[in-house]
Nanobody, 111 residues
Framework: QVQLVESGGGLVQPGGSLRLSCAAS????????MGWYRQAPGKQRELVAS???????NYLDSVKGRFTISRDNAKNTMYLQMNSLKPEDPAVYYC?????WGQGTQVTVSA
């Protein structure tokens, strides 16, 4: 069992940037795949981005080119860099390292 803690969420204007972090309580070296999910009010949770141990990534089409997922196994941390944020991006963002989940961090985009 790995404890995951997200941070870096907050309020940002459209077009702004945020960097989310997911800190693990122990080594993530052996976790093959990790990802960021988001869930907006009244909507299903969706996979935003994923990354495997070797560094290969996959993105939701609507965030491709704007978001970047990365992981630093030595620091037991995964990141999501979010640029050019849009009004449709606000949600609670969750870190996932199967089978464990973080508590979520709120991202709000408002002028």
């Amino acid at each position: 069992q790995v404890q995951l803690v997200e941070s870096g969420g907050g309020l940002v204007q459209p077009g702004g940037s945020l960097r989310l972090s997911c800190a693990a309580s122990e080594s993530i070296f052996s976790i093959y795949a990790m990802g960021w999910y988001r869930q907006a009010p009244g909507k299903q949770r969706e996979l935003v981005a994923s990354i495997i141990s070797g560094g290969k990534t996959n993105y939701l089409d609507s965030v491709k080119g704007r978001f970047t997922i990365s992981r630093d196994n030595a620091k037991n941390t995964m990141y999501l860099q979010m640029n050019s944020l849009k009004p449709e991006d606000p949600a609670v963002y969750y870190c996932n390292a199967p089978p464990d989940w973080g508590q979520g961090t709120q991202v709000t985009v408002s002028a």
